[in-house]
């Protein structure tokens, strides 16, 4: 009984110890687990070493029981040949017998007795042992289920993140743009206006407004002339 319970308190005292040396609490439930599954096999061991005894007691107990009975038959048959001296004899070990036989049985009484402590101390163990592998169980299922949720929680920040920097780019990407196109339009109204010089155009500013001028003269010619012959003149 004395096994069993430092057995017990073995695998009972560490879990927590487990817990908190053990990186992972999967790893340390399960290891609890298997030395509780290693005290629950000592405590088998021992149980089936005390009904060994009991059972080798109550062989020795039938088989003095047996050697009584041999004595009696024997003392009888003494007595029939008139041999009352070998009759004294065989009840003589006949009572000797006897006197094993009772204290045979007053052992097999305290053995039976510690027989059925340990059978209930192992059933009550059982029970346990099954109970902390369900709760082991549940408490890794949650275990994971809380890692995994954290891990998405991480990706998701990741993702955050980075869809935050990419917002970002493409905001810059934009204002760039918005710039270019500012510049361009204002390029092109300098260049419209007279203002930004052409390279490859080396005419100088009155030449060009002549030039303007005489392009628009020549529209304004064509639309006039478009306009008679479609009038029929």
Same mark, same amino acid.
């Given at each position: 009984?004395?096994?069993?319970?430092?057995?017990?308190?073995?695998?009972?005292?560490?879990?927590?110890?487990?817990?908190?040396?053990?990186?992972?609490?999967?790893?340390?439930?399960?290891?609890?687990?298997?030395?509780?599954?290693?005290?629950?096999?000592?405590?088998?061991?021992?149980?089936?070493?005390?009904?060994?005894? /009991?059972? *080798? $007691?109550?062989?020795?107990? &039938? =088989?003095?029981?047996?050697? +009584?009975?041999?004595? %009696?038959?024997? #003392? !009888?048959?003494?007595?029939?040949?008139?041999?009352?001296?070998?009759? /004294?004899? *065989? $009840?003589?070990?006949?009572? &000797? =017998?006897?006197?094993?036989? +009772?204290?045979?049985? %007053?052992?097999? #009484? !305290?053995?039976?007795?510690?027989?059925?402590?340990?059978?209930?101390?192992?059933?009550?163990?059982?029970?346990?042992?099954? =109970?902390?592998?369900?709760?082991?169980?549940?408490?890794?299922?949650?275990?994971?289920?809380?890692?995994?949720?954290?891990?998405?929680?991480?990706?998701?920040?990741?993702?955050?993140?980075?869809?935050?920097?990419?917002?970002?780019?493409?905001?810059?990407?934009?204002?760039?743009?918005?710039?270019?196109?500012?510049?361009?339009?204002?390029?092109?109204?300098?260049?419209?206006?007279?203002?930004?010089?052409?390279?490859?155009?080396?005419?100088?500013?009155?030449?060009?407004?002549?030039d303007e001028l005489k392009r628009d003269s020549a529209v304004s010619d064509d639309l006039e002339r478009l306009k008679r012959e479609m009038a029929?003149?």
């Amino acid at each position: 009984m004395n096994i069993f319970r430092r057995a017990a308190n073995i695998a009972e005292s560490k879990i927590n110890k487990l817990l908190d040396s053990v990186e992972d609490p999967n790893a340390a439930l399960d290891l609890s687990y298997e030395k509780m599954l290693t005290s629950m096999q000592e405590v088998k061991r021992h149980l089936a070493d005390v009904v060994t005894e /009991q059972k *080798a $007691l109550e062989n020795q107990i &039938n =088989a003095a029981n047996k050697e +009584a009975l041999s004595h %009696e038959e024997d #003392a !009888r048959t003494a007595l029939k040949m008139n041999r009352e001296d070998l009759a /004294q004899a *065989a $009840l003589n070990r006949k009572q &000797n =017998a006897l006197a094993r036989v +009772a204290s045979q049985q %007053e052992a097999l #009484a !305290r053995i039976s007795e510690q027989v059925e402590r340990l059978k209930a101390a192992e059933r009550k163990y059982q029970d346990r042992l099954e =109970a902390f592998k369900v709760q082991k169980e549940v408490t890794k299922a949650s275990y994971s289920a809380a890692q995994a949720e954290v891990r998405i929680g991480e990706s998701l920040s990741g993702i955050s993140k980075q869809v935050g920097d990419v917002g970002g780019t493409i905001q810059r990407a934009q204002d760039k743009t918005d710039q270019m196109l500012a510049r361009a339009s204002a390029m092109e109204s300098l260049a419209n206006e007279g203002i930004l010089d052409d390279p490859l155009d080396t005419r100088d500013k009155t030449a060009r407004e002549l030039d303007e001028l005489k392009r628009d003269s020549a529209v304004s010619d064509d639309l006039e002339r478009l306009k008679r012959e479609m009038a029929g003149e």
